[in-house]
């Protein structure tokens, strides 16, 4: 039996997403499972995550996923992972720390003392991002400056989805776009950045090999094969970062295609051919998975989970009607939006639940409700949430218009169902939102065309096309631009006029929490 299919897994913030897809890029299966202890955020800022669960996740959702398939159909496995995390491992494969997630925030006195030692405009210049404490980077920092004895113990700090190809083919490597994610790697040469390095007081070594995404990195070992269900020997790519998957699996394989993930956290993202690089910094650039390309994005922390916040807490009744009725609860809290008149009657929503990057950067930046009256009503506030995020996500696409012009916007990801918030990217960003037919398994399909390529199944990544199409599309809406041209500036300067107020909490939860 010659194998015809493609196993990918998506290693989000909250689980596993599995999928298989065919040669002709039809979506055959999918599972999901979430991580047993979730995530684990604490002291502010901080948020780690357990490795086991991700391993957990990914060997139940096969199971699953291969239950009346036989597993030797599968021609390759390829992952997808959460970014910019931190997974310190010892030389025999064994965690020694929770992993430092994407968010977590805790090595901002690391990422101070060595912008002491590198200018951060140099720095910038050399890996596409700021120096800033969300990268693994400072975070191994943190690790050498507060858990010495663990650090000594330390072989490789990995990032989620070099974890699990390590528990599936026991070999260490990484591919550019998740090297890129490290905040040492050099966007220009590909290569790890020894000034960097030099400057951090990191040795080399800490940092696994970095290689093409298409790569194979090793073949499922017999180990491997018994928890997770798939056959010994079966090919594993390399993968890549989620973000330039999710670039893949959007069609953004070549230059010049836009496009917003809207999930948990969210970003706008290009593909270019060469560093996009922001005058102040506020935007970063990826390596991508396609050999070659450049991944330019910039990414907000809370935005579906600005939502998901807004739905567990200020929408109780909302979910229990919902619940009752037999209907999404975010298309009842939607039809609650509706009633709303755009601008949400001047109520702003800043959505820095967990600080905030792109185009902030900074760690102590906390929501907000800005502009509420006793004529405000709840529909205001809740309509003001998803605006909040819209405009903050409106802020970086301008940003990249200064440099770069597209027409659209493709959008993907969980939060591109709703068609309210549709409407407002297209009013806020000012182009048509063409939705794909794809949107929460994008990222492990881009995950899965890596693999078809890496396998030979594929010649390259115009086979995209196989797997997508555009099934919706929406128009600004002129008035709603005109109301939003006026909104922007004042959602931009209440972060400005509160800057001050965030450091002073800062301070306070620092001495009282």
């Known amino acids: 039996m010659k194998p015809d299919l493609l196993l990918a897994h998506d290693l989000g913030t909250s689980g596993n997403k599995a999928t298989l897809f065919d040669s002709e890029g039809n979506l055959v299966k999918s599972r999901t499972q979430a991580y047993e202890n979730g995530t684990h955020y604490h002291h502010g800022c901080w948020a780690d995550q357990q490795p086991a669960d991700w391993w957990n996740a990914v060997c139940l959702s096969t199971q699953q996923l291969l239950e009346g398939i036989d597993p030797k159909r599968i021609a390759c496995v390829s992952l997808s992972g959460q970014m910019m995390g931190c997974t310190p491992i010892d030389r025999r494969g064994n965690v020694l720390h929770a992993s430092m997630i994407y968010c977590d925030q805790r090595s901002e006195k690391q990422a101070q003392t060595l912008a002491t030692k590198i200018e951060p405009e140099r720095f910038y210049q050399i890996v596409g991002h700021r120096l800033a404490s969300v990268y693994a980077l400072t975070k191994i920092m943190w690790l050498r400056d507060e858990h010495p004895e663990l650090f000594k113990e330390t072989r490789y700090s990995l990032a989620a989805k070099d974890y699990v190809n390590y528990r599936l083919t026991g070999k260490i490597a990484t591919d550019y776009s998740d090297a890129s994610g490290m905040n040492a790697f050099d966007i220009s040469t590909f290569e790890w950045s020894s000034e960097i390095l030099d400057a951090a007081e990191l040795d080399r070594s800490l940092f696994p090999d970095a290689r093409l995404s298409t790569e194979i990195l090793g073949e499922i070992t017999t180990q491997a094969a018994q928890e997770t269900g798939l056959a010994a020997g079966t090919p594993v790519a390399l993968g890549g970062g989620d973000g330039s998957c999710a670039g893949v699996g959007v069609g953004s394989v070549s230059p010049g295609v836009a496009y917003n993930y809207l999930g948990s956290s969210s ?3 290009l593909t270019t051919d060469k560093p996009l690089l922001d005058p102040v910094m506020r935007t970063m650039t990826w390596a991508h998975c396609v050999p070659g390309l450049l991944h330019p994005t910039g990414s907000v922390q809370t935005a579906g989970s600005s939502y998901a916040w807004l739905k567990n807490t200020v929408c109780v009744s909302e979910t229990e009607e919902a619940e009752k009725q037999g209907v999404d609860v975010y298309e009842f809290i939607n039809s609650k939006i509706q009633r709303s008149p755009v601008g949400s009657n001047g109520v702003l929503f800043l959505p820095y639940m967990l600080g905030e990057r792109s185009p902030r950067w900074n760690p102590n930046a906390r929501g907000a409700f800005i502009g509420m009256n006793l004529a405000t009503t709840r529909e205001d506030m809740l309509r003001s949430v998803l605006e909040g995020i819209t405009m903050n996500l409106g802020l970086i696409v301008r940003i990249f218009r200064e440099q770069v012009d597209f027409d659209d916007m493709l959008v993907i990801g969980g939060g591109a169902k709703g068609a309210v918030w549709r409407q407002m990217m297209a009013d806020i960003y000012e182009c048509p939102i063409k939705k794909l ?27 995209i096309d196989r797997f997508i199409a555009v099934d919706d599309v929406v128009y600004p809406n002129k008035e709603n631009q005109q109301i939003y041209q006026k909104l922007l500036p004042i959602f931009d300067q209440c972060y400005f006029s509160l800057v001050d107020v965030y450091e002073k909490l800062a301070d306070f939860n620092e001495q009282f929490s």
Do not use: H, Y
């Open 267 to 269: 970003w706008i993202g």
């Open 437 to 463: 037919n794809v949107l929460e398994e994008a990222t492990s399909m881009g995950a899965a065309l890596v693999g078809g390529v890496a396998c030979g199944m594929f010649d390259d990544f115009s086979a």
